[in-house]
Every structure is written in structure tokens, then in C-alpha cells.
């Protein structure tokens, strides 16, 4: 998979201390974007999902999970799943960020295996491009009050986006 970079400690990409993956390429070319870098898919460069996972292992022992970012990390959506999937094997979260919405994806899932897979192991999506004129610096793990935190595992159960319960409220 072709990637931008990777962050070996970050708390302000999901819960917990996090391991982040920006993957390169992204379709959705948000004005004011805060990686507007990753935006070529031909940029970056290529790592497989088994040496990601190398460097995982070898990230401080406080990272307790995953992040995908971008770039756009539906773009290579099996790739993506598959390094979600060995990492949540290993106990790892993961939290994979969309500009896409979370219905839309879970449309094209139908017919997209490599969807499918991203959103099965994905535990926290953040989905819903960035919007300049909604950008809130006090949102947590988002920059725009239009991006929604999913947890996708209780969705699965309740047939329906379930919110966390901060998001919920308000």
C-alpha cells in the first residue's frame, strides 16, 4: 500500500496512545485539509501491511491502538483491512478516519470486499469530510463538527449508527 508517513505516538487521533498510518491518496480535496500532501495517490511510498505491523510492535509499550488516516484510507481499502485486522489479532483499537459518510460506505460494501473488511475491523470510524466553515479546535478527535464519532461495533448490533455517547448528547 502506498503510505505518507507514520506516527509513532499521538493522542489526538482516536482513544488512547495511538499508532497512526496516513495512507496517500484522497479524492475528497477538502479546502483548508490538514494533509493536503497525501492527496497523490502516487505519492508516499510503499510499505505492505506486514512491515507497518514491524513497526507497531516496535512503538512504545503505552500504544494501545491503531489509527488510519490520510489520505483517504478507503481508497485502498483491503490493504487497510488487512494491517486492521493483524492489528486488532494483536489487541490493538483501531480507528480508521473517512471523508466519506458512513452510510455511503456501508452501500458500496455490498459489492466492495475490501470495504467490507475495512468496516469490520474498524472499532471507531470518524466519518464525514472536513468542512472549514464547521471547524471546531474543541471537538475531540475530529476538526469539524459535521464529522461524526461512530462506534461501529455497537452499529453492527443495534442495525443502526450508534454515536459514542458523548456525541450523542450533543
Known amino acids: 500500500m ?39 495517490p502516487a505519492g508516499g511510498v510503499r510499505q ?13 509499550a503505552v500504544v494501545k491502538g491503531l489509527t488510519l488516516s490520510g489520505g ?7 490493504e487497510m483491512a488487512e494491517l486492521a485486522r493483524r492489528a ?18 456501508a452501500a458500496k460494501a455490498e459489492s466492495d470486499e475490501g470495504i467490507a473488511a475495512l468496516l469490520a475491523a474498524t472499532d471507531l470510524l470518524v466519518d464525514g469530510p472536513f468542512i472549514a ?13 459535521n464529522q461524526r464519532l461512530i462506534d461501529l461495533a455497537a452499529s453492527r448490533q443495534a442495525g443502526k449508527v450508534v454515536l459514542l455517547p458523548d456525541e450523542a448528547t450533543g
Open 88 to 105: 486488532r489479532e494483536k489487541g490493538y483499537h483501531v480507528t480508521t478516519y473517512t471523508g466519506y459518510l458512513y452510510e455511503d460506505l
Open 2 to 40: 502506498r503510505i505518507a508517513g507514520l506516527l509513532r505516538e499521538s493522542v489526538v487521533d482516536g482513544p488512547g496512545v495511538r499508532f497512526v498510518v496516513f495512507g496517500q491518496g484522497c479524492p475528497h480535496r477538502c479546502p483548508e485539509c490538514h494533509n493536503p500532501e497525501t492527496w497523490d
Open 48 to 60: 505492505t501491511p506486514r512491515e507497518i505491523m514491524r513497526e507497531i510492535r516496535r512503538a512504545p
Open 72 to 78: 483517504e484510507p478507503f481508497q485502498q481499502a483491503a
Open 133 to 145: 466553515a464547521a471547524k471546531d479546535i474543541a471537538l475531540r478527535f475530529r476538526g469539524s463538527a
